[in-house]
């Protein structure tokens, strides 16, 4: 069993106050709006963030309203960057997850043919909070979901995942955890002011979104290389498009955009939030 590591950190460790918690992220005047009850047209993919709920919650309330709409699927595939630097190769897990609400189970029926279609995969310990903070929104919307976690540390393979992925089953949702451009001293990049941090996070992250739009993920990938946009979950976002494209999606769409810095009104450092539907 995987234990939550920041429960009470990005999000509320109790279950009632958790509850609310994701609730407000839906009903914020920054969030989506709940989720309506007859299902919509379905989604192959997200985008979602991965940070503090009070940041970047109301975003991911975007990915899993459309999520929630969707028709629903067998899985989710959630595609997650190494913050920890600990995972050499791509790396999942067959165990379960806890959280406040409940225990979020693994598909290891669907991850066990994932490895055998992929000796670049490997089996092994998963303590990423990028796949963590994705959980209770999945879990609040479907108590009975079941994960295939995927922490992906480099760019190698990420074709190759996509597409084994998708001949597995296409009744699958893929959620790619990924937060955009970390601006400031903390995180060492700065290629503009803090005064100019706003709009130049914004050009940075939807010149970056617009590749995405078009499912072309060589030239997001050489887009980061070449602006060194802070990207954290650039490979999962890579290996997200070509499963949805492998899936039958045709493009994606933004949904949300914004930065903790329109919520703390400090942009000496700041992150950039997108939810991203891919259809």
């Known amino acids: 069993m995987i234990k939550p590591i920041v429960a009470g950190q990005f999000y509320a460790s109790g279950k009632e106050a958790l509850i609310k918690q994701v609730e407000e992220c839906f009903s914020s005047k920054l969030g989506a709006g709940k989720p ?3 299902a919509g047209k379905s989604v192959f993919g997200v985008i979602a963030p991965h940070a503090g709920y009070p940041y970047s919650g109301y975003g991911a309330s975007f990915a899993y309203k459309k ?13 997650a960057p190494d913050h920890n ?5 791509m790396t999942t897990s067959f ?3 806890e959280t406040p609400l409940g225990i979020v189970k693994a598909d ?13 995969l490997k089996q092994g310990a998963i303590h990423e909070h990028a796949v963590e903070v994705q959980l209770p929104f999945l879990r609040y919307i479907y108590p009975d979901a079941r994960i295939v976690p995927i922490v992906i540390p480099s760019p190698a393979n990420c074709k190759e995942l ?30 503009f002011t803090a005064e100019n941090a706003k709009e130049g996070m914004k050009k940075l992250d939807l010149n970056a979104i617009k590749f995405i739009e078009q499912l072309d993920s060589e030239r997001f990938y050489k887009y980061v290389e070449k602006t060194g946009a802070t990207i954290c979950g650039q490979y999962a976002i890579m290996a997200a498009i070509e ?3 492998a899936m039958g999606a045709k493009k994606a769409a933004l949904l949300k955009y ?10 000496n450092s700041a992150v950039g939030y997108a939810a991203v539907e891919f259809v």
């Open 36 to 38: 309506a009850k007859k």
């Open 162 to 191: 996509g597409k084994a992925i998708a001949s597995i089953s296409k009744d699958t949702i893929v959620i790619a955890s990924s937060d955009f451009t970390h601006y400031g001293a903390y995180y060492g990049f700065m290629p």
């Open 95 to 97: 165990e379960d997850w």
């Open 108 to 120: 290891r029926d669907f991850i066990s043919k994932l490895i055998s279609k992929c000796p670049f």
């Open 258 to 267: 914004y930065t903790s810095g329109d919520v703390s009104k400090d942009y």
């Open 67 to 79: 999520i929630a709409e969707s028709k629903k699927p067998k899985r989710f595939v959630i595609l």
């Open 85 to 89: 630097g600990v995972c050499y190769n």
């Open 243 to 245: 499963a949805v494209k």
